[in-house]
């Protein structure tokens, strides 16, 4: 137990008590050019400010570069081998059956949420999704809501009765760019009101996964969040903003989605369903990455050819295929949530279980998604000058060590 004040011990890491409010931001599938071309196109004078005069580094994510595991290693400082969560979906061997790992009892640590909440702190976490809210809130006492059900909110259960008369914005869709602005809008009232000293906002990749960096509407976005920003940078916090992933063209030079169906591929050197395929992309909201991401792994059946591996390494469009042992060692994951093979694919390639099983129909722009090494660079910047030794491999979970326990000026 930490007494109010002093600093937090937590998975391996100590955080100092922070002096003033610290924001920690998760813009989702926030590739670093983005920022750039939105700065570049004069949109973003508050990301313009703090890359030239404060603090701009390129971190890398976790692999897979999806949602829950890197925003689940930004708030517990650690990667998935320590906190499980390694993906939306994992195959329960024991239970025969795919679940999803959105439910608490998946987590294997605490978050620095809670732990600065038990020792007396005030904390406030908005996300848009509501599939993150749990596992954010996870034991935290506080404000904790998600955009998308702010129409829903009680004292019980949030710590705040009616969030989106709060906010006073109108209760955005759940695939919309408002969805995001809606948890700055309540960053920032949040900031004004009950100023918490710790606050975790966290995006929606919807306008990443429909359009790329420099484009009218990416660059609208990165004005709507410069805006938010800024007005909690005038409000005295420290704003450290980094990103869960990255995010590509999944596409060829027509513009057709590029993708390595496994499961109809392991069917066909196997046997149909002796191998199965998980895609940990896979959640409720499919409809602006049809379930495709650069990520997959594999259960073999016993006694499976050891080459099996070897071959789909060599399938166009895929970039590594590792044992169970090498990926977890490689990439952090616990061994027990991942198959015997980890498959991730290139740049512009996704891979999927069986045609049959993808429906392509809500896909309105041409794909782009993440999950694989190629998503896993991202931004890492905080609106004030921190020290960093040189030789550091800068992770975007060492956002919160950053504007605790780092900043100088
Ligand atoms: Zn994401």
Request: hydrophobic letters at 40%; charged letters at 20%; glycine letters at 8%.
């Amino acid at each position: 137990m930490s007494a109010k004040g002093t600093s937090i011990t937590l998975n391996g890491r100590t955080y100092r008590w922070p002096e003033r409010p610290v924001v920690v931001v998760c813009v989702d599938g926030c590739e670093p050019e983005y920022i750039t071309r939105a700065v570049a196109a004069g949109v973003a004078p508050w990301f313009g400010e703090v890359v030239a005069t404060q603090t701009s580094h390129l971190a890398d994510s976790v692999v897979p570069t999806f949602t829950n595991p890197n925003n689940l290693s930004i708030v517990t400082g650690v990667p998935p081998a320590v906190h499980g969560i390694c993906g939306n979906y994992f195959w329960d061997r024991d239970a025969d059956a795919e679940v999803m790992m959105n439910d608490p009892k998946y987590l294997r640590c605490g978050t620095l949420l809670a732990a600065f909440a038990q020792a007396g702190a005030s904390l406030a976490v908005v996300t848009a999704k509501d599939k993150l809210r749990r596992l954010l809130g996870h034991e935290m006492n506080g404000i904790c809501f998600s955009s998308e059900k702010a129409d829903q909110t009680t004292m019980g259960e949030h710590g705040i009765d009616d969030a989106l008369s709060f906010v006073g914005l109108p209760l955005p869709d759940v695939y919309s760019a408002a969805l995001s602005e809606f948890v700055f809008a309540a960053g920032v009232k949040l900031m004004e009101s009950v100023r918490p000293d710790i606050m975790y906002l966290s995006t929606t990749d919807y306008v990443q996964h429909k359009h790329a960096p420099g484009t009218p509407e990416a660059n609208a976005f990165y004005r709507m969040m410069d805006g938010y920003l800024a007005r909690l940078s005038a409000l005295g916090a420290t704003v450290a903003l980094t990103a869960d992933h990255g995010m590509n063209a999944k596409t060829d030079a027509a513009g057709a989605p590029r993708i390595v169906y496994l499961q109809d591929q392991l069917d066909t050197w196997l046997g149909a369903g002796q191998a199965r395929v998980i895609l940990p992309i896979t959640d409720p909201y499919v409809v602006h990455h049809g379930a495709l991401g650069s990520f997959a792994t594999v259960y073999l059946p016993t006694g499976a050819d050891a080459g099996v591996g070897k071959r789909l390494s060599e399938l166009p469009g895929i970039e590594v295929v590792l044992e169970r042992a090498e990926a977890c060692r490689r990439f952090e994951l616990p061994p027990d949530r991942m198959g015997d093979l980890v498959v991730v694919s290139e740049r512009h390639t996704v891979v999927g279980t069986a045609a049959a099983k993808h429906d392509l129909s809500g896909l309105d722009a041409p794909l782009r998604s993440h999950g694989g090494l190629s998503e896993q660079r991202v931004p890492l910047l905080v609106n004030r000058r921190t020290s960093v030794p040189a030789d550091t491999r800068l992770r975007n979970f060492d956002a919160f060590d950053l504007a605790l326990n780092r900043v100088t000026a």
